[in-house]
């Protein structure tokens, strides 16, 4: 069970269903906007993205694209920290 959960990358999509129920929660519970969200989960999203393409055997350039996409969502999380 283990091994499959792993091997067709439903592992990452069950991280990916927590990320978006916690967007979810911050959206509705506390108010945030969709920036803020998106600066905040953004990275870790296309870091798990990366992963199931790494499970699943995808190309390189299937992995590298999403982990490269997050380095600029996190700056963007950082500015808007610091600016507070």
């Known amino acids: 069970m283990m091994e499959w959960l792993f091997a067709s990358g439903h592992a990452a999509d069950l991280v990916l269903g927590v990320l978006a129920a916690e967007g979810a929660w911050l959206r509705w519970?506390?108010?945030?906007?969709?920036g803020r969200i998106a600066g905040l989960l953004g990275p870790a999203a296309l870091i798990v993205l990366g992963l199931r393409g790494a499970l699943t055997g995808a190309a390189w350039w299937w992995i590298a694209l999403?982990?490269?996409?997050?380095?600029?969502l996190h700056l963007f999380d950082l500015r808007?920290?610091?600016a507070r």
Do not use: V
């Open 66 to 72: 999403p982990l490269a996409a997050s380095l600029p």
């Open 29 to 34: 519970r506390r108010g945030w906007g969709w």
């Open 80 to 82: 808007d920290r610091l």
